[in-house]
């Protein structure tokens, strides 16, 4: 009897050569996607810079202000941000051509779950960045400027302030998701709420110790980020004891086509 190799196939639906093709596709999309919003951001770059740079030039002494101290600095820092600026606004498009990949996937139990839990993921996400922006960063920067030894003066190099800030922004846009992955764990049945309770201390323990890892060696930086954490953890303990695990029940897979 002829000996014939199976078809290769990813999830038994499709071949792994089409999954491979729109993965590039939706990869195509969202880098397209990003590509026009630093188009738009990029002329408004300088402005950009001033906004995001206005909590610190507040606390500036007088006659001071921030200085550019490599030769392309006062180009390249301005388009950095806005390239970055452009992926953070493009972040809805980019996790929903993530979710149209992974969709199909899916039973319709699990996609009326994970809906919810993208949305809130974004919203999450931007109201980090927003708490580091409103909250963090004056506390932050008044400390630091305030602290200057007699006869310094602050002058900020603008590159080093931007790098500054991008971390700040991306640690507490991260850390604010964590009650949708608490929420996560509980579905996929890795952790139940009682299992949740019962380290908490440890929790609280670790959320200081990456607020160490990710934010700048001060205590009002670390400790702004680690009681939000340890907030939102308990946040994500209050939805999690909401729900149940999820069950994977073949029967009830939706195999209609994802946007």
């Known amino acids: 009897m002829k000996d014939t190799l199976p078809e290769q196939t990813?999830?038994?639906?499709?071949?792994?050569?089409?999954?491979?093709?729109?993965?590039?596709s939706r990869l195509l999309r969202i880098v397209v996607i990003w590509m026009l919003i630093f188009a738009g951001l990029f002329y408004f770059a300088?402005?950009?810079y001033t906004f995001i740079s206005e909590p610190l030039r507040v606390f500036l002494p007088e006659g001071t202000s921030m200085i550019a101290t490599d030769v392309a600095s006062p180009f390249?820092?301005?388009?950095?941000?806005?390239?970055?600026?452009?992926?953070?606004?493009?972040?809805?498009?980019?996790?929903?051509?993530?979710?149209s990949f992974i969709a199909p996937g899916l039973y319709k139990h699990e996609k009326r779950i994970a809906v919810p839990l993208l949305?809130?993921?974004i919203v999450l996400f931007y109201a980090g960045m927003a708490f580091a922006y409103y909250v963090v960063f004056p506390?932050?920067?008044?400390?630091?400027?305030?602290?200057?030894?007699?006869g310094v003066a602050v002058m900020t190099d603008i590159n080093s302030y931007l790098d500054f800030v991008m971390t700040l922004f991306l640690a507490f846009g991260l850390a604010f998701e964590i009650p949708v992955a608490t929420v996560l764990l509980v579905l996929a049945g890795a952790v139940n709420v009682a299992k949740l309770r019962q380290i908490r201390p440890y929790v609280v323990v670790g959320c200081f110790l990456i607020g160490m890892v990710l934010t700048p060696p001060d205590v009002i930086s670390?400790?702004?980020?680690?009681?939000?954490m340890w907030l939102l953890y308990e946040v994500g303990i209050l939805f999690g004891s909401m729900l149940?695990?999820?069950?994977?029940?073949?029967?009830?897979?939706?195999d209609s086509p994802s946007a």
Request: proline letters at 9%; aromatic letters at 10%; glycine letters at 4%.
């Open 139 to 150: 506390l932050v920067f008044g400390f630091f400027t305030s602290t200057a030894p007699e």
């Open 10 to 24: 990813t999830g038994g639906d499709m071949p792994l050569v089409a999954h491979l093709t729109e993965l590039r």
């Open 119 to 121: 949305a809130s993921s």
């Open 244 to 254: 149940k695990p999820v069950t994977r029940e073949p029967d009830t897979k939706d």
């Open 76 to 99: 390249l820092t301005p388009f950095k941000l806005a390239l970055i600026s452009a992926l953070f606004l493009a972040m809805p498009f980019v996790l929903h051509q993530i979710w």
């Open 46 to 48: 300088n402005d950009l």
């Open 222 to 228: 670390q400790t702004l980020l680690a009681l939000p």
